[in-house]
């Protein structure tokens, strides 16, 4: 079992960036796929990003395309997203996930390892 915290959240204006990151602890991260979701209130929690084995391989959705980048970093057990460009609509709290898959994936039923997120509220 992974256990994972993320940090990074806040309060920031439209067009800003901001970086979250995840820590993992309690597994071998390496072996993980590495995701992050996010739920807005009232909403279901949607897929935004993820990393396979070795950052090879990433995948986004469509609404977060070439605004974030997600990275990894296996020395430091540690995932990140790079949310550049920020919209209000990006407010929500954002999950990190971890997953034993080899590849990136946009569903939420191949992680089994999840955070207790971090607010990220932007303003218009």
């Known amino acids: 079992q992974v256990q994972l915290v993320e940090s990074g959240g806040g309060l920031v204006q439209a067009g800003d960036s901001l970086r979250l990151s995840c820590a993992a602890s309690?597994?071998?991260?390496?072996?993980?796929?590495m995701s992050w979701f996010r739920q807005a209130p009232g909403k279901e929690r949607v897929f935004v990003a993820a990393?396979?084995?070795?950052?090879?391989?990433?995948k986004y959705s469509d609404s977060v395309k070439g605004r974030f980048i997600i990275s990894r970093d296996d020395a430091k057990n540690t995932v990140y997203l790079q949310m550049n460009s920020l919209k209000p609509e990006d407010t929500a709290v954002y999950f990190c996930?971890?997953?034993?898959?080899?590849?990136?994936?946009?569903?939420?039923?191949?992680?089994?390892?999840w955070g207790q997120g971090t607010q990220v509220t932007v303003s218009s």
């Open positions: 309690g597994g071998h991260f390496p072996s993980y796929a």
């Open positions: 996930a971890a997953g034993p898959t080899h590849y990136p994936s946009h569903y939420s039923s191949h992680y089994n390892n």
């Open positions: 990393v396979g084995w070795e950052g090879a391989e990433t």
